[in-house]
């Protein structure tokens, strides 16, 4: 049984910085891609990075050169790291781990709210 267990949110002024992180229990494939995704009120759940177990990484164009994504080495901890923070980047920001064998298995966190407001 994989879990995500998400932590790091909070209320942050515009211009600061907040340090997203994700715990994952349990086992997972050796070929995964693990990412953050958000969902601000009203509007679908997009993809903001992700990071593969070849430490390639990807970055909606709204948040490059902003955000980064990172994990430790034994692929049990995925960090988010967001700088510069709009308030457009307030949402509920959701891990997801994708691990495949034959086929893919998706794992979501319960997500952790960040807010930038002054």
């Known amino acids: 049984q994989v879990q995500l267990v998400e932590s790091g949110g909070g209320l942050v002024q515009p211009g600061g910085s907040l340090r997203l992180s994700c715990a994952v229990s349990g086992s997972i494939f050796s070929a995964y891609v693990m990412g953050w995704y958000r969902q601000a009120p009203g509007k679908q759940r997009e993809a903001v990075a992700s990071i593969t177990n070849g430490d390639n990484t990807r970055y909606a164009d709204s948040v490059k050169d902003r955000f980064t994504i990172s994990k430790d080495n034994a692929g049990n901890t995925v960090f988010l790291q967001m700088n510069s923070l709009k308030p457009e980047d307030t949402a509920v920001y959701y891990c997801?781990?994708?691990?495949?064998?034959?086929?893919?298995?998706?794992?979501w966190g319960q997500g952790t709210q960040v807010t930038v407001s002054s």
């Open positions: 997801n781990v994708a691990t495949r064998l034959a086929s893919w298995y998706i794992y």
